[in-house]
């Protein structure tokens, strides 16, 4: 039988029960967590706990007309959305808004549910940014996602992040770690991929290992707006960069270290995926500011949409160098 929410993330499910049962939900959460770890379960739990006319301290029955209606995606204060073929469009989010601006259908209490947050395009992103600064009413939002690192930060610093545990990712790197792999390297390879094959496949590739070094090399030079930087696009990346697949695969981990830059700001040292390099990452971290910081993100985030239109790679990565030089002097 499926797990059930309460068995999945027991913690969990307390907590937001707590939070129903003393009316203190905020205006906007962001569940982030891989498949399977229940981040759409969760979040349609809230809702049945929020409209449940027979709950029991925050917990919902999953008996009553609403907890069903929840439960089959039928009741008209729980407004979903979801991709709309490759991405969330601004149509999508103007509708949500509309559907809440409408006087409340059945009560005032209304919640909303993002499903692939990550898919948002921008001017979909920034029509609901509005949203969240001005919620109108008793309103709480839900995003979901399982890419983090794609949500551009405006967006996560307006929600408060739940992190829902992956224990796919801890056993990764212990599986990893059991075959030999370092411990710094099986946590950066599992931010990287969550296919365990991949993981192995890329310890071996020798190709990748000298890559992660160069790449080192290349962002150093970038932090210390070094000129070197720009050259070593073409000497230290682009030779690694041969196919689409490895090109994505750079793009993924330069995110990576520009996020981590904007992790170590925040403190939030654990979530760290180049742990061999924190503490030298903390060090230039302290010249950077906290905008240029996610400035610096969002180029990398943007470079991966720029690579779906037709420009050469190595101009992508040379434009994308030199923004990353200036966010981090600003
Ligand atoms: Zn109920």
Redesign the pocket.
Known sequence: MEQSITELQPRLTEHFAKLVDTNKLAHAYLFSGPRGTGKNKLAHWVA?AVF????TAGY?????N??RRISQNNQPDVVEIKPDGASIKVEQIRYLKSEFVKSGIEGNRKLFIIQNAEKMTTSAANSLLKFLEEPSGDVTAFLLTDSLNQILPTIVSRCQLVELSSLTTKKMINKLVGLGVTPEKANLLAHLTNSQKEASELEQDEEFTQLLAHLWEWFNQVLRNDWRAFVGVQTKLMPYATDNERQERLIQLILLLTRDILLLKYGKNEDVAFIMYSEELSQRNLNISESGAIRAVEAVLSTKRQRAVNVSFQNVLEALTLNLCSWYQE
Do not use: R, Y
């Open positions: 049945q449940c006319q027979n709950k919902p029955c999953l008996k009553c609403d907890c």
